[in-house]
T-cell receptor, first 113, second 117 residues
Framework: SQTIHQWPATLVQPVGSPLSLECTVE??????LYWYRQAAGRGLQLLFY??????ISSEVPQNLSASRPQDRQFILSSKKLLLSDSGFYLC????????????FGPGTRLTVT | AQTVTQSQPEMSVQEAETVTLSCTYD???????LFWYKQPPSRQMILVIR??????QNATENRFSVNFQKAAKSFSLKISDSQLGDAAMYFC??????????????FGTGTRLKVLA
């Protein structure tokens, strides 16, 4: 069966510090991968999605970036965090073709102080 | 552009009663998928139900069913015999169909459902 992992689960970082959130998927190949941010009381905002290694599409211009160094690994990064980067970050995957729903990881709660 | 609107930020239902959560969307596509996701306090997103736009029949999963009105672009979720475990944030989502293998999902802002004992 497929599983999706995210780490860390919780992170507290000062403004201006770097960020690296990691997501890995097991039990499937060539997935579409997604990063979402969920701000308090708001819905899910799509940040990035990827259809393959090194292929990243950005939805929202910001100081975040994403990379996909391996087929089942998706990384969300920032060189300098802003207070507005605080939120709950969710990674998700879906089958490349003929897919229906997405499957979500457990999420990372990021607090920028 | 495709949008998903959930106009009810919060709803309450008595245990064992029925509640309906509303969702409307805007699209120019004729073929697409719609979903309801549940996010309990653990914040793990769980798929509740999905609906293919080309299907006339409303989807049903046990106590959960949808009322899909394609012409009105409405996709409401009905929860029957509500249970305490149904208390969660519910998100409506729309999937853009792509022949290139790229899929994007657009989510509404969510409806928080409280179940009263």
């Amino acid at each position: 069966s497929q599983t999706i992992h995210q780490w860390p689960a919780t992170l507290v970082q000062p403004v201006g510090s770097p960020l690296s959130l990691e997501c890995t998927v097991e039990g499937t190949s060539n997935p579409n991968l997604y990063w979402y941010r969920q701000a308090a009381g708001r819905g899910l905002q799509l940040l990035f999605y990827s259809v393959g290694i090194g292929q990243i599409s950005s939805e929202v211009p910001q100081n975040l970036s994403a990379s996909r160094p391996q087929d089942r690994q998706f990384i969300l990064s920032s060189k300098k965090l802003l207070l507005s980067d605080s939120g709950f970050y969710l990674c998700a995957w879906s089958v490349r073709r003929d897919s229906y729903e997405q499957y979500f990881g457990p999420g990372t709660r990021l607090t920028v102080t | 552009a495709q949008t998903v609107t959930q106009s009810q930020p919060e709803m309450s239902v008595q245990e064992a009663e029925t509640v309906t959560l509303s969702c409307t969307y805007d699209t120019s596509e004729s073929d697409y998928y719609l979903f309801w996701y549940k996010q309990p306090p653990s914040r793990q997103m769980i798929l509740v139900i999905r609906q293919e736009a080309y299907k006339q029949q409303n989807a049903t999963e046990n106590r959960f069913s949808v009322n899909f009105q394609k012409a009105a672009k409405s996709f409401s979720l009905k929860i029957s015999d509500s249970q305490l475990g149904d208390a969660a944030m519910y998100f409506c989502a729309y999937r853009l169909t792509s022949t290139s293998g790229t899929y994007k999902y657009i989510f509404g802002t969510g409806t928080r459902l409280k179940v009263l004992a």
